[in-house]
């Protein structure tokens, strides 16, 4: 239960300075609007670190998830189960998803890579804590939220050794019809392999229970109340008081 004294904010208030620094490459900016003139980032070094991890070995690797953008230009593949999930009503993430609130899991990101079909010129970056940066097609200061330049999709937010990604973009079956579709497209059972959608691992129709959240964290400054009978923080979780559904 929440206790009598009611802190008058739990969350410290976080100090924005705008940065008028865009990390984007020259040749990006002066050509954002035509496809075909867009720089590739192939060869930059950031690309061969976590959470995208292009070119590294494939030895050993299934994957198991599949994160892609509206537009399909921006994926990532994971190989194991979130080590967290939770949903944060806080304002930042209200404005940054334009959402009542920002359902997340947490990964390593040695769990996580590009997909091979993904083209990474698309791929968007925005520091929006401390010293915000420009939404950017090179990286900006950890921490950061990545997403897909083309379509504006939000997929993940990255910090120095996790990433929190966004299991709404994750591909699962939503329809019985997928239900049916995926188990003739694969009869073996396999899950699916970068490159593809990976919905042929499941063969039941439904929010995965592995993506599910376990609490919710700021619900204090929710814009509707949730009754699914999770545990909500007024603030962090587990250094704040808990709060009932519909308390104020």
């Known amino acids: ?7 008058e904010t739990v969350r410290p208030a ?3 300075i705008r940065s008028d620094h865009d990390h984007s490459k020259a040749s990006t900016k002066a050509n954002e609007s035509d496809e075909k003139d867009q720089e590739k ?12 991890s292009v070119g590294a070995d494939k030895e050993g690797w299934e994957t198991k998830w599949r994160e892609s953008c509206w ?21 930042d993430c209200q404005r940054l998803h334009g959402a009542p609130y920002q359902h997340s899991c947490i990964f390593h990101k040695k769990n996580v890579r590009l997909d091979s079909d993904a083209d990474s010129k698309w791929i968007g970056f925005l520091s929006a804590h401390g010293e915000v940066h420009p939404l950017s097609s090179t990286p900006t200061p950890l921490p950061r939220k990545i997403s897909c330049r083309a379509c504006g999709s939000p997929l993940m937010d990255e910090g120095r050794n996790m990433i929190m990604a966004f299991p709404p973009a994750f591909e699962w079956t939503r329809t019985h019809k997928e239900v049916k579709r995926s188990k003739e497209q694969n009869k073996d059972g396999n899950h ?3 490159g593809d959608s990976g919905k042929g691992a499941r063969k039941v129709q439904g929010f995965p229970p592995e993506l599910k959240a376990d609490c919710h964290i ?6 509707v109340d949730v009754k699914d009978g999770l545990p909500k923080w007024r603030g962090h979780k587990e250094k704040s008081d808990l709060m009932k559904d519909d308390e104020k």
């Open 1 to 7: 239960m929440a206790s009598d004294h009611v802190p």
């Open 14 to 16: 976080t100090k924005r």
């Open 41 to 52: 980032h192939e060869d930059d070094d950031w690309l061969k670190e976590p959470p995208f």
């Open 71 to 91: 537009c399909g230009k921006v994926a990532f593949v994971y190989n194991d189960d979130p080590a967290g999930s939770k949903i944060c009503h806080c304002e």
């Open 192 to 194: 699916g392999e970068e």
């Open 218 to 223: 700021f619900y204090e400054r929710r814009c």
